[in-house]
Nanobody, 124 residues
């Protein structure tokens, strides 16, 4: 069973940057689909970014500010977050799949593995 563990969250001022990491253990996810969702207080969980089928996808609100990347040798994915805004405040969850490509990557139900999440708080 693949386990995902996130790190890198914290408190940052608006305009600042953070890099989240997600390490996978218990299986290899070197080339399979992986991504990030987030959930803000009182709001539904939403898709943030994913690597699927060798391509990268982002929700509109983070395009140009966030970058997802993978280090297959380390079984790790990253989410570099720049120009952070207060509305980016949320728990960020890493997700993984046993498949190389997910067509509907933006749906929670498509993802098999979930991490516990890491808190990101952006102050104004």
């Amino acid at each position: 069973q693949v386990q995902l563990v996130e790190s890198g969250g914290g408190l940052v001022q608006a305009g600042g940057s953070l890099r989240l990491s997600c390490v996978a253990s218990g299986g290899t996810v070197g080339s399979t689909a992986m991504g990030w969702f987030r959930q803000a207080p009182g709001k539904e969980r939403e898709f943030v970014a994913a690597i699927s089928g060798g391509r990268k996808y982002y929700t509109d609100s983070v395009k140009g500010r966030f970058t997802i990347s993978r280090d297959g040798a380390k079984n790790t994915i990253y989410l570099q977050m720049n120009s952070l805004k207060p509305e980016d405040t949320a728990v960020y969850l890493c997700v993984g799949s046993p498949y190389y490509s997910l067509i509907m990557y933006y749906f929670e139900s498509q993802w098999t593995y979930w991490g516990q999440g890491t808190q990101v708080t952006v102050s104004s």
